[in-house]
């Protein structure tokens, strides 16, 4: 198996976007469990394949539509999945919902999700192979998954208290991910 062959399904920048869902499956895993910690390590890990995958796909012009889409996947389940995870998760840990507002919240995540869907979606239609833009229109998933992060640290940290105010920061991440804003490519 040569991990150097464009149309190999498991060349190397394929496998490190393996690594990543790997990350994000177990992160979820892990935040099912109550460890937020390890969760969050496994998910910057995801986070550090995203952005290697694609610098050995460049380096050694291995991208291909396979490999574009492959990383789409990778970036739904470990930037908007996971993260959604896990802020909810801590939002019922820290903050002590249940009924109407877990519902209410749940529901709030389900348009995040969709949302993140959504914006790759958008971005595979607008995207050739091997293309980087300049900029990105709307706010990329790997940013908008630091942004729950962030939330994530204000709810556990007691900054923020209140069910209904992170239900509106999701929503409002929710709604850059498809926005105009133009966000400079790194």
């Known amino acids: ?69 492959l990383d789409s996947f990778a970036d739904f389940l470990s930037f908007v999945v996971m993260p959604a995870f896990l802020l909810f998760y801590a939002v019922k840990k820290y903050i002590g919902i249940s009924g109407f507002e877990e519902l209410f919240l749940g529901f709030v995540f389900i348009i995040y999700v969709i949302s993140g869907l959504r914006r790759l979606v958008e971005f595979n239609l607008k995207v050739d192979v091997g293309e980087v833009e300049k900029y990105f229109e709307g706010v990329p998933t790997p940013l908008g998954a630091i942004l729950l992060w962030i939330l994530y640290l204000f709810v556990a940290y007691g900054v923020i208290t209140n069910a209904y105010v992170v239900a509106f920061l999701v929503l409002l991440v929710a709604w850059s991910l498809n926005s105009k804003l133009k966000i400079p490519h790194p």
Request: glycine share 8%; aromatic share 14%; proline share 1%.
């Open 1 to 69: 198996m040569n991990l150097f062959d464009k149309e190999n399904r498991f060349n190397i920048a394929n496998m490190v976007t393996y690594l990543n869902v790997s990350m994000g499956l177990m992160a979820i895993y892990f935040i099912v469990k109550g460890d937020f910690p390890t969760a969050i390590i496994l998910a910057w890990i995801g986070g550090a394949c995203d952005i290697i995958d694609g610098k050995l796909a460049r380096k050694y012009h291995l991208s291909t539509e396979f490999g574009i889409q």
